[in-house]
C-alpha cells in the first residue's frame, strides 16, 4: 500500500475515535460552532468554516487539523 | 475483503452515523466529518467548506437537487478523491451554499457501489467493506 495513503488513514482513523469519545462533549461546548481539532484536542473554535481553515492555513500544523462543525440535537432531525 | 470500521457518533445520547474520511481539494487533503446518507444521491458538503479550502467550487457543473421539502437547491457537482480508511477512489462531489442540513453528506454515486455498508446501530458500528 501506498505510504502516504497508509499515514493518511490512520491520521483519519485517529480522528474519528477522538470524535466518538468527545463528540458529546463538543455538542455540550460548541454548539454550531466551527472547531479544528489536532493531537487529541481542540485547537482553535470559529463561527464559520472561512474562519476556522484560515487559521489552519496559517498554522500549517500536520497533520493537517480536523475542521468540524459541531452539531446541535436538532440537526438530527433535518436529515432525511 | 477490507472492512473499515468507524464508530455512530453519540448526540445528546442519540446516535449519528458520521464518519471522518479525506478529501482532496486542489493539491491539499482535507480530514472532514461526513453523515453517511443514503438518501443523498450525492456527496454534499457546505460550499463553506470549499471557500475554506481555497477551492473554487463554482467552476464545477451546475445541477438542481430536490429536497425533502419538495425545493431545488443549486450545487456544483466536480470529480474529486476521496478516501475512506485506505481506499481512495473518484467521486461526484457537490457543493451548495443551501444545503439545509447542519451536516456534510456522504451520498451514493461513486460510493455505495463501490463499499458495502453496513450500519450496524445496536453495536454503534458502521462497516464499510471493499
Given at each position: 500500500?501506498?505510504?502516504d495513503?497508509h499515514?493518511?488513514?490512520?491520521?483519519?482513523?485517529?480522528?474519528?475515535?477522538?470524535?466518538?469519545?468527545?463528540?458529546?462533549?463538543?455538542?455540550?461546548?460548541y454548539?454550531?460552532?466551527?472547531?479544528?481539532i489536532?493531537?487529541d484536542q481542540?485547537?482553535?473554535?470559529?463561527?464559520?468554516?472561512?474562519?476556522?481553515?484560515?487559521?489552519?492555513?496559517?498554522?500549517?500544523?500536520?497533520?493537517?487539523?480536523?475542521?468540524?462543525?459541531?452539531?446541535r440535537?436538532?440537526?438530527?432531525?433535518?436529515?432525511? | 475483503?477490507?472492512?473499515?470500521?468507524f464508530?455512530?457518533?453519540?448526540v445528546?445520547?442519540?446516535?449519528?452515523?458520521?464518519?471522518?474520511?479525506?478529501?482532496k481539494?486542489?493539491?491539499?487533503?482535507?480530514?472532514?466529518g461526513?453523515?453517511?446518507?443514503?438518501?443523498?444521491?450525492?456527496?454534499?458538503?457546505?460550499?463553506?467548506?470549499?471557500?475554506?479550502?481555497?477551492?473554487?467550487?463554482?467552476?464545477g457543473?451546475?445541477?438542481?437537487?430536490?429536497?425533502?421539502?419538495?425545493s431545488?437547491?443549486?450545487?456544483?457537482?466536480?470529480?474529486?478523491?476521496?478516501?475512506?480508511?485506505?481506499?481512495?477512489?473518484?467521486?461526484?462531489?457537490?457543493?451548495?451554499?443551501?444545503?439545509?442540513?447542519?451536516?456534510?453528506?456522504?451520498?451514493?454515486?461513486?460510493?455505495?457501489?463501490?463499499?458495502?455498508?453496513?450500519?450496524q446501530?445496536?453495536?454503534?458500528?458502521?462497516?464499510?467493506?471493499?
Amino acid at each position: 500500500m501506498d505510504k502516504d495513503v497508509h499515514m493518511e488513514a490512520l491520521a483519519l482513523q485517529k480522528y474519528d475515535d477522538w470524535l466518538a469519545e468527545h463528540m458529546e462533549e463538543l455538542v455540550d461546548r460548541y454548539p454550531s460552532k466551527v472547531v479544528a481539532i489536532h493531537e487529541d484536542q481542540v485547537v482553535f473554535i470559529g463561527d464559520a468554516e472561512a474562519e476556522v481553515y484560515q487559521w489552519v492555513h496559517k498554522m500549517a500544523l500536520t497533520p493537517m487539523p480536523l475542521v468540524f462543525r459541531v452539531p446541535r440535537a436538532a440537526d438530527l432531525d433535518t436529515i432525511l | 475483503m477490507p472492512t473499515h470500521v468507524f464508530r455512530y457518533k453519540p448526540v445528546q445520547g442519540r446516535l449519528a452515523p458520521i464518519i471522518t474520511m479525506g478529501i482532496k481539494l486542489g493539491e491539499v487533503w482535507y480530514p472532514i466529518g461526513v453523515y453517511v446518507d443514503s438518501g443523498s444521491a450525492y456527496t454534499l458538503l457546505h460550499a463553506a467548506v470549499a471557500q475554506g479550502a481555497g477551492f473554487d467550487y463554482r467552476t464545477g457543473h451546475l445541477i438542481h437537487l430536490q429536497v425533502g421539502d419538495g425545493s431545488f437547491i443549486p450545487v456544483r457537482l466536480h470529480d474529486l478523491e476521496l478516501q475512506i480508511g485506505t481506499e481512495r477512489f473518484l467521486a461526484k462531489v457537490g457543493f451548495s451554499e443551501r444545503l439545509g442540513v447542519a451536516f456534510n453528506l456522504l451520498g451514493r454515486e461513486s460510493v455505495f457501489a463501490r463499499f458495502k455498508i453496513c450500519f450496524q446501530e445496536s453495536q454503534r458500528l458502521l462497516t464499510f467493506e471493499t
